[in-house]
């Protein structure tokens, strides 16, 4: 049985992990464990005032102990200064270092030889994903130089490779591949995925994109080892299954991370919240564990806890040291123990214990978003499906334990979605309630068959044969549900003090009487914090996003309700940038779209269509349209009335030059359809965008006297021309380019316009009140090569 001061012990040092993102939050701990010293020594009553204040039973209205407050503030400072000191930094070898400054902007290309580490994965793009402790560079090619080297290095490698040449690679296995090395991108867009956090969390410091492999020779190729069990699994599994049923069974056996799962119906399970279906954590574990406990219950019980424990740390190897599988690993060792021992175990001390010991080896995992969610899940499960189920005791007792679980896991998992994805799945409770019983079978079953596998293939693909129709059936369910009409809603991130307070009002629901009698009222509290928020924004915000992209510049424009879009870019662009954008910044509906070049790629606009209705479409009339290029389904079911010069019937306008569209507090006008010019007049502010223009056409352009002064220029970074800017007259440049022509950014210089590129800068956001503010801290004195 934990102890008072253990426990607050441990919740001091997560809270000591939590508090690192703030500049010397560990000593702001110890401060505060000074001063409670203080005041138990004079046994101030705050601890009764603020009882009485969250009207608090009297058993809580505790003394506290002078020595457990200082403990508590030292342990809060060590967590900070241990996770500080545990963050990985680049050795002074480190394959890192080799990245040239002079290859910012052109190719970098290397031989690095080192080891496999883990197994190759599929990303997104098609191609083999893994990662490589890199021992020696063989070869560098940098521009306007050839140097080969043998070079000994160190550190690992992010690499990717085409995926016929990945195929087959083992962990540890000695290569050698050849490709670019590049420096991790940080998150360049507001709230996209930060590439550079990622590697640096994973210990890699550098990219490597492979173009060939080699096997080093003289090494021997592994022959065994996890990743050859949890191949044959796989391979057992969807030998009869086939795809995707085979690799989805395998997945809920072992773990989406350790197959690879078509990213179609990851997407599915993740957009209809049946994510957890496809993660090894709890619900595995407690499969492995009961199938252990039935097979060995004539047994004593110290070869029970043998055979758990040796099934547990077989399940760990197969699904990988992932903090979430560990969690529950640990938490099946402690009801393992338990049952040897005959005492019983208190599930909250087990978890709290489970989630410190991990800490404690890695603290770096307290932002791993996977071990936040699992953590809370499992807490959600613990202490609130009883007091659900008790509510529904006019219901029998498994349908009422169907209902509690998804609504326990929902709620308590809710506000971090919201804080990292902005996004709620409404069908969520409805679409588990179905699957349980489908996930129960296809787990138990798999779990089975993989067992049959190591044992006798055959059998294990004929186990698994038999639950096609219940895989079949699961994958029809979640393509429906993710298919219906608000199948998945963006609600917008929320900040760090909105979730503090819905994790305080879920507590307060949780351990006090009185909220408990009054959910309801903690629950519109709930509501009311996430939706005002998003209220307020609709009536009165007005940004303007220059978003940072590789290829076609896209601008994001939101006027209170009302959210425009300027081109769409490729799909990997509209998939991986466009889109979760629009989704962390609450947008559901593109009420205008405009795409200022068809003669560029417009693929983006069918990834952006499937999840977001567009209610009116423009282009230039000028340009050579092809109905590929256009969005496939524009939303037929509204009526342009938004836009009054559009008739009722029409969703895509074709523009000619001068000819103008005011949307709100934004006008729209293409000044030259043959050359790509328009004007965006955004909150009584002109920005003119300018495509690809050669010199001649610049001049041209001026020498027509269809230009007029604008407050932004916004253009692709090459050279322009000082007639084009004297007439143009702008205050403010914008690139959407890596780079400038050094030219121009002088002579902008020279004219005092302020300039900004988004390979610098990042995402550039304008708002009337506060101006142009960037993502991206850059310093003035970097010189862009073009």
Known sequence: MMTLAGIVLCFAYILGLLITTIPGGGYLLLGLGIVATLLARRRFAIPSAIARLLRLPES??????????????????????????????????????????????????????????????????????????????????????????????????????????????????AIAVTGKLYEPKPAQNPGEFDFRAYLAQEGGFAGLSGRQISLTPGTPIPQWGWWAIRQKIIQTQVRWLGSPEGPLVSSMVLGSRAVDLPYDIRDQFAKIGLAHALAASGFQTSLILGLVLVLTRRFPARMQIISGTGALAIFVGL?????????????????????????????????????????????????????????????????????????????????????????????WTLPLQLYAFGLVSPYSIVVNFLTTPLISIISIGGVISALAALVWPLAGSAIAWLLYYPTHGLIAIVDFFSRLPGNSIAVGTISTLQLAVLYGLICLAWLQTWWQRRWWAAGLIAVGLIVLPVWYSYTTLFR????????????????????????????????????????????????????TDTQHNHQGWSQIVDQLPIKAFYTSAASKVRASDRPPAIASDQKAVVLPSLSAQKHSQLLTSGQTIQIGSTAVQPVSTDLAVWVFKLYDQPWIWLSHLKSSEQNALVESGQLAPAQVLWWTGEPLTNSLLKVIKPQIAIASAASIDPDTLAQLRRNKIEVYWTGRDGALQWQPNQGLTRTLESTENEVPLL
């Open 319 to 411: 699904a990988g040291l992932q903090p979430a599988v560990l969690r529950a690993a640990l938490m099946g060792f402690a009801a393992l123990v338990a049952l040897g021992t005959q005492r019983k175990i208190k599930p909250l001390g087990s978890l709290l214990v489970a989630a410190t010991f991990l800490l404690l080896w890695n603290p770096l995992w307290i932002w791993d978003l996977g071990f936040q969610l699992s953590l809370l899940a499992t807490l959600g499960l613990l202490v609130t499906v009883p007091p659900v189920i008790k509510r529904l005791d006019w219901l029998p007792p498994a349908i009422a334990t169907l209902i509690a679980v998804p609504i326990a896991a929902y709620l």
């Open 544 to 595: 303007a996003t220059v978003l940072a992209t590789s290829g076609e510049p896209i601008l994001v424009v939101q006027d209170q309700s009302r959210v425009g879009l300027v081109n769409s870019g490729n799909e990997a662009i509209a998939s991986l940038t466009v889109l979760p954008f629009l989704q962390k910044q609450g947008i559901n509906q593109i009420d205008w779209a405009v795409a």
């Open 60 to 173: 809580w209205q505790l003394k506290w102990n002078p020595k457990v407050c200082i403990a508590a503030g030292l342990v809060g400072l060590l967590a900070s200064l241990y996770f500080q000191a545990r963050i990985p930094y680049p050795a002074a070898n480190d394959v890192s270092k080799l990245i040239s400054s002079s290859s910012v902007n052109s190719e970098q290309i290397v031989t690095v030889q080192g080891k496999v580490i883990g197994s190759p994965r599929l990303t997104r793009s098609g191609r083999s994903q893994f990662w490589m402790k890199a021992t020696q560079v063989s070869q560098v090619i940098v521009p306007a130089q050839v140097a080969n080297s043998n070079q000994a290095v160190s550190g690992k490698l992010y690499v990717t490779l085409p995926l016929l040449q990945g195929t087959g690679l083992r962990s540890g296995q």
